[in-house]
């Protein structure tokens, strides 16, 4: 059994900082491709940031300049660093993680519980 567990959401006001963090826990031979996405009320789910095991990033044009995603693989943690917060980006936000728990197994998706972040004055 895999489990992603979410941390660092909560309540900023418009221009601060937060930081996500998804630890990635079980039985699990490899992690491939790592990200993050998004659902406000009412929206689909979207992407936000992903990264491979060898570290390049992908960024939604909203989120890009702001925004940095990383991981730490001795960890099997991703992280979210987000600056100059917005109003829109208010959000329950998702870890996505790509896994191989066996070597003779195929890959699956696995996604974290969610954790809110609210950017309101």
């Known amino acids: 059994q895999v489990q992603l567990v979410e941390s660092g959401g909560g309540l900023v006001q418009p221009g601060e900082s937060l930081r996500l963090s998804c630890a990635a826990s079980?039985?699990?031979?490899?992690?491939?491709?790592m990200g993050w996405y998004r659902q406000a009320p009412g929206e689909q789910r979207e992407l936000v940031a992903t990264i491979t095991s060898g570290g390049s990033a992908n960024y939604a044009d909203f989120v890009k300049g702001r925004f940095t995603i990383s991981r730490d693989n001795a960890k099997n943690t991703v992280y979210l660093q987000m600056n100059s917060l917005k109003p829109e980006d208010t959000a329950v936000y998702y870890c996505?993680?790509?896994?191989?728990?066996?070597?003779?197994?195929?890959?699956?998706?696995?996604w974290g519980q969610g954790t809110q972040v609210t950017v309101s004055s």
């Open positions: 079980g039985s699990i031979f490899r992690i491939y491709t």
């Open positions: 996505n993680a790509n896994i191989q728990q066996r070597a003779y197994l195929t890959t699956r998706d696995y």
